[in-house]
């Protein structure tokens, strides 16, 4: 049973309006929530100009004993009067709390996948207590942001989690919080996700391009085949090696193609040389293992970006180690081939 206190508190904010996804902002809907459920009364107030200077955007002062509270969750407790509660009852409020302290309320603010997977895998917490509890307030206050800020489709893949936030929302403590909640937080845009599907394009002049259709030299026609340099399978690339490189090549190919020349674009990863012997070694896997898993990772990275690779492959195929040995063996016939000696570095250790 939820405890009237049939009194007040002061809520005094300190700094400018916190930005609705963050920690501060999470901890004043948890505030207005346990004042709504147990009948206290919010006072809003601004900070004295003469006041010592604090860190902290808002506190609440407790009407009884002029006694500041820093923490939302303290606030809650408070509310609710935690400490009179049964063993039993207040052993499971703390444990919910704990966990939302401990686990949740440390995930990134902008990783909001994450946030309503940790919130799905504590299904039966929710579902353990009604709207209008101490658990539901806290727990309600920081999945907020990420419950409404996600479209419909991906909150449905975590159905527990959908249902709790559709009761939380018709409780009348969350209808009747959320309207201060919402006058007295930063709303921060939010980038929506970028997908093939929400390109802004002109539809008349979009590029097409069919990756299946096979591309072979065309007589009378401008043939031109582009490639860019191979990366390297010893780590994960970023911006700059993609700038650097694939996508310089792929705006050349897009060009290429609108112009109506017969464009080939391949590419691959390069699995041969020191750097991918190195990295095999630090990581303790065999080259191949190493090989396998960064293929994954940069063909992934490619087709996030759209690159319009005809062919994207890999240096360790048999085809490629067919093609190479046999444009080699034409170097060597017809003499393009020289053998010369360099002194170079030996570890008497490793025998290298």
Same mark, same amino acid.
């Given at each position: 049973?939820?405890?009237?206190?049939?009194?007040?508190?002061?809520?005094?904010?300190?700094?400018?309006?916190?930005?609705?996804?963050?920690?501060?902002? /999470?901890?004043?809907? %948890?505030?207005?929530?346990?004042?709504?459920?147990?009948?206290?009364?919010?006072?809003?107030?601004?900070?004295?100009?003469?006041?010592?200077?604090?860190?902290?955007?808002?506190?609440?002062?407790?009407?009884?004993?002029?006694?500041?509270?820093?923490?939302?969750?303290?606030?809650?407790?408070?509310?609710?009067?935690?400490?009179?509660?049964?063993?039993?009852?207040?052993?499971?409020?703390?444990?919910?709390?704990?966990?939302?302290?401990?686990?949740?309320?440390?995930?990134?603010?902008?990783?909001?996948?994450?946030?309503?997977?940790?919130?799905?895998?504590?299904?039966?917490?929710?579902?353990a207590h009604a709207p209008a509890t101490a658990v539901s307030a806290v727990l309600f206050g920081a999945l907020y942001y990420a419950l409404s800020n996600t479209k419909t489709a991906l909150v449905s893949k975590y159905p527990a989690l959908q249902k709790w936030y559709a009761?939380?929302?018709?409780?009348?403590?969350?209808?009747?919080?959320?309207?201060?909640?919402?006058?007295?937080?930063? %709303?921060?845009?939010?980038?929506?996700?970028?997908?093939?599907?929400?390109?802004?394009?002109?539809?008349?002049?979009?590029?097409?391009?069919?990756?299946? %259709?096979?591309?072979?030299?065309?007589?009378?026609?401008?043939?031109?085949?582009?490639?860019?340099?191979?990366?390297?399978?010893?780590?994960?690339?970023?911006? +700059?090696?993609?700038? +650097?490189?694939?996508?310089? /090549?792929?705006?050349?190919?897009?060009?290429?193609?609108?112009? +109506?020349?017969?464009?080939?674009?391949?590419?691959?990863?390069?699995?041969? +040389?020191?750097?991918?012997?190195?990295?095999?070694?630090?990581?303790?896997?065999?080259?191949?293992?190493?090989?396998?898993?960064?293929?994954?990772?940069? %063909?992934?990275?490619?087709?996030?970006?759209?690159?319009?690779?005809?062919?994207?492959?890999?240096?360790?195929?048999?085809?490629?180690?067919?093609?190479?040995?046999?444009?080699?063996?034409?170097?060597?016939?017809?003499?393009?081939?020289?053998?010369?000696?360099?002194?170079?570095?030996?570890?008497?250790?490793?025998?290298?």
């Amino acid at each position: 049973m939820t405890e009237k206190l049939g009194t007040h508190i002061t809520l005094t904010r300190n700094l400018a309006a916190p930005a609705a996804n963050t920690t501060a902002a /999470a901890g004043l809907l %948890k505030i207005l929530l346990a004042a709504q459920a147990t009948g206290t009364v919010v006072q809003w107030a601004e900070v004295d100009a003469g006041a010592p200077k604090s860190k902290q955007p808002y506190w609440v002062t407790l009407c009884d004993t002029q006694t500041r509270l820093y923490d939302a969750n303290a606030v809650v407790r408070y509310l609710y009067k935690v400490g009179n509660l049964a063993l039993g009852d207040r052993l499971a409020v703390e444990q919910a709390l704990e966990w939302e302290e401990k686990t949740l309320s440390v995930l990134p603010a902008g990783d909001l996948s994450a946030i309503l997977a940790a919130g799905e895998a504590q299904a039966n917490v929710l579902s353990a207590h009604a709207p209008a509890t101490a658990v539901s307030a806290v727990l309600f206050g920081a999945l907020y942001y990420a419950l409404s800020n996600t479209k419909t489709a991906l909150v449905s893949k975590y159905p527990a989690l959908q249902k709790w936030y559709a009761q939380q929302l018709a409780s009348a403590a969350v209808e009747t919080a959320l309207p201060a909640f919402t006058a007295n937080v930063v %709303k921060v845009l939010v980038r929506e996700e970028p997908s093939l599907g929400n390109r802004r394009v002109n539809a008349d002049i979009a590029f097409e391009f069919d990756p299946s %259709k096979t591309v072979l030299p065309e007589a009378g026609a401008k043939n031109v085949l582009i490639t860019s340099a191979l990366p390297y399978v010893n780590n994960v690339p970023h911006l +700059g090696n993609v700038i +650097g490189s694939t996508l310089s /090549a792929d705006v050349f190919a897009r060009y290429s193609r609108v112009r +109506g020349n017969n464009t080939l674009f391949i590419c691959g990863t390069d699995e041969y +040389g020191t750097a991918t012997e190195t990295k095999a070694l630090e990581d303790g896997v065999t080259c191949q293992e190493l090989c396998d898993k960064y293929h994954q990772v940069h %063909k992934e990275v490619y087709e996030w970006f759209d690159l319009s690779f005809n062919h994207f492959g890999r240096t360790s195929t048999q085809k490629h180690s067919e093609i190479v040995r046999g444009i080699f063996g034409q170097c060597v016939d017809n003499g393009y081939v020289l053998e010369k000696e360099l002194p170079q570095l030996y570890c008497e250790q490793c025998c290298r």
